[in-house]
């Protein structure tokens, strides 16, 4: 990327975020497994084994919604190690039908990750693609998303005296590192931006936007819109378009400098939940939410679920579960911080927790 600047010019955030992510040989995601203790984060399937079983439960629910229909597609985005879809089908095994129906599909671009979730889902035929594109047919869609959309690059932008610029990623002309710069003209922020309060916006202040996330859902939307069916995104951000600076690096559990070390840590940025919610109405979708995750997973049953296992398992086990659970629904860890989105097909029902 050095060697790329000082010969083109300085990248766009979302070109650097891309490429320190992934870059098919020295990506972030490509070559390693970033989840658990050993990695550098770690994600709700990985803290207890409920948030899987709830959301494959409330697959099975909306499929039952749908008038059961034969065949579906599952589908899980951004699948990690396979924990989430193994935890979901286990739990919807509660219908044989469910499974026996059922075409998964998991959305994923990581080969060391592909390898992990082949393994722990290696009792399922499970079929791998690289996007919502390569899921062929017309069948109904059920499709999960956890921690997916914060990964997927944004473009930001700055107030200047005269207008927005977009903050750029150039190199210090004394040590050669990298650092923020602005491009040289003003320019129109995206449309999803052009609210009140950002329009507004004194000098200094910075605006994200997510163009892969927006035509990730728009894509989404409008496939449930002919086919039918629901999405379930969950995911830290915020539930109206407003400014701030939210990319945010991560190394070790520890946060970290951005451009600490590219290709060896996770880089993020919050989700524009109103933005999302915004192109899927657009796409002709149903949306419900955002809801905060505490409060969805509460009306899901994950306090009486948890409480159930714990009678079953020994001392120690018991307390995972419940401190896990209370990590997932505490305001003052994950229950508020992360929030769940739902879109539907028009006109379908509403689905368990909204």
């Not at 084994?49 to 494959?56: K, N, Y």
């Not at 229909?69 to 509660?94: C, H, N």
């Not at 004394?174 to 052009?194: K, Q, T, Y």
């Not at 307390?319 to 994950?334: A, K, P, T, W």
Request: glycine share 10%.
């Amino acid at each position: 990327m050095r060697a790329r600047i000082a010969s083109a010019g300085p990248l766009t955030v979302a070109q650097y975020m891309a490429e320190a992510l992934g870059h098919p040989q020295l990506g972030y995601y490509m070559g390693r497994d970033p989840l658990g203790r050993d990695g550098d984060f770690i994600t709700a399937p990985e803290i207890t084994q409920v948030f899987g079983e709830l959301l494959g439960l409330w697959c099975l629910d909306y499929w039952r919604c749908l008038g059961s229909p034969d065949p579906f597609i599952l589908v899980e985005a951004g699948p990690g190690r396979g924990t989430l879809m193994a935890d979901a089908i286990r739990a919807a095994a509660l219908d044989p039908d469910f499974l026996a129906t059922a075409q998964i599909y998991l959305v994923e671009t990581s080969p060391a990750l592909r390898g992990l979730q082949e393994e722990v889902l290696r009792d399922h035929e499970v079929t791998w693609v690289e996007s919502l594109d390569h899921i062929a047919g017309e069948a109904p869609l059920l499709l999960l998303a956890n921690e997916f959309l914060d990964a997927l690059p944004v473009r930001q932008f700055q107030r200047a005296d005269d207008g927005w610029r977009e903050r750029l990623v150039g190199l210090a002309p004394e040590a050669g590192s990298f650092c923020f710069c602005l491009d040289d003209r003003p320019v129109s922020l995206p449309h999803v931006l052009n609210t009140p309060e950002i329009m507004q916006a004194p000098p200094g202040a910075i605006a994200e936007t997510c163009p892969a996330a927006t035509a990730f859902v728009s894509q989404l939307a409008a496939r449930l819109g002919r086919h039918g069916g629901a999405a379930l995104m969950v995911d830290y951000g915020h539930t109206r378009s407003a400014t701030g600076d939210t990319l945010q690096a991560l190394h070790g559990h520890r946060p970290c400098a951005v451009f600490e070390e590219p290709g060896a840590v996770d880089i993020t940025a919050h989700v524009d939940f109103a933005a999302l919610a915004a192109a899927a109405l657009a796409a002709g979708a149903h949306v419900h939410g955002p809801r905060p995750q505490g409060a969805f997973l509460r009306e899901l049953g994950i306090e009486a679920r948890t409480a159930r296992l714990a009678e079953t398992v020994p001392e120690e086990a018991r307390q995972l579960l419940e401190s896990g659970c209370r990590r997932l629904i505490s305001r003052d860890e994950m229950g508020v911080l992360f929030k769940t989105l739902a879109i539907t097909g028009a006109p379908q029902p509403v689905p368990a927790g909204y």
